[in-house]
């Protein structure tokens, strides 16, 4: 496995693989790698020639008082782990490199609308720092396909959106939630949980098996619905920031008519925040 810091470098190997015909992946990570990115990588290696995973804890998409210096970095772990899966490429670019024009001050991409909303109000900026960076990140390897989790689901609609609304060339494939035994969806998050914390963390993800049984159970009353499992969380110990049934296609408000939902919610479990979803067919 190569690993390369600069995308000058990055580049000289994209162009031989290029020249060679063959077909590249990119799967982007903020490191602090589980079995949830390499379930992307796994993906990956089915569906193309080569693949390129990114570790860059982007500072761009963490707002004022969130975890950007304390964002667990595990470089050595992640490099070992990223060997054993065979991946072709390993980026690991400064923040220097990919915002030469400064995090804050430089040129930007945003999403309207999809960006808004959900973890959006609650983090304004977050998806324009992820569309940005993603951009650069494609820009720089030049992908057939990029493969991201269902997990962050709203995340999953804005490259989306974005990939088509810029006419690039590249195939946004996603790959489904990876979950602990227990329900958990796994996350780097989870690290910051105390024991009691991770205890109770699934009621998260059963939280939304209920929702989504009652709604298949013939209640279209969503309102009353996601309102009644948010005082459940309260009383379990979290601390809801949403939890709302939108369609699966583009988070828009369903109407009674709506066939694909997709049940969302963003909590905190102390001083973690934790980001859950589960979207089916009527």
């Known amino acids: 496995m190569y690993t390369e810091h600069t995308i000058l470098s990055l580049r000289s190997h994209i162009q031989q693989w290029r020249r060679a015909g063959e077909y590249i992946a990119l799967v982007p990570t903020m490191g602090n790698l589980h079995a949830g990115h390499l379930a992307l990588v796994e993906q990956a290696r089915k569906l193309a020639d080569r693949v390129v995973v990114t570790v860059f804890v982007n500072p761009a998409q963490f707002g004022a008082g969130e975890d950007f210096l304390s964002y667990p970095r595990t470089l050595e772990q992640d490099t070992h782990l990223l060997m054993q899966s065979e991946v072709d490429l390993m980026f690991v670019p400064e923040v220097e490199e990919l915002y030469p024009g400064g995090v804050n001050s430089g040129t930007y991409v945003d999403v ?47 490259i989306r959106k974005m990939t088509a609304e810029l006419c690039l060339p590249i195939e946004i494939i996603a790959v489904p939630t990876v979950r602990e035994a227990d329900g958990l969806a796994l996350s780097s998050r989870n690290a910051y949980l105390t024991d009691e914390q991770r ?17 298949l159970s013939g209640e279209r009353n969503y309102g009353a619905l996601v309102s009644q499992v948010a005082s459940d969380l309260r009383s379990a110990g979290f601390e809801p920031d949403y939890i709302e049934v939108r369609r699966a296609d583009n988070l828009a408000e369903p109407t009674i008519d709506t066939q694909k939902l997709v049940i969302l919610v963003a909590a905190r479990l102390g001083q973690t925040r934790l980001i859950d979803n589960i979207n089916f067919s009527l």
């Open 199 to 215: 205890r109770l963390a699934p009621l998260l993800y059963q939280a939304l098996q209920l929702c989504r049984k009652q709604i």
């Open 112 to 158: 309207p609308d999809l960006s808004e909303t959900l973890c959006g109000v609650s983090r304004p900026g977050h998806f324009r720092g992820v569309a940005t960076v993603v951009t650069k990140l494609f820009n720089c390897v030049q992908p057939d396909i990029a493969l991201f989790g269902e997990k962050d689901y709203q995340q999953l609609l804005v």
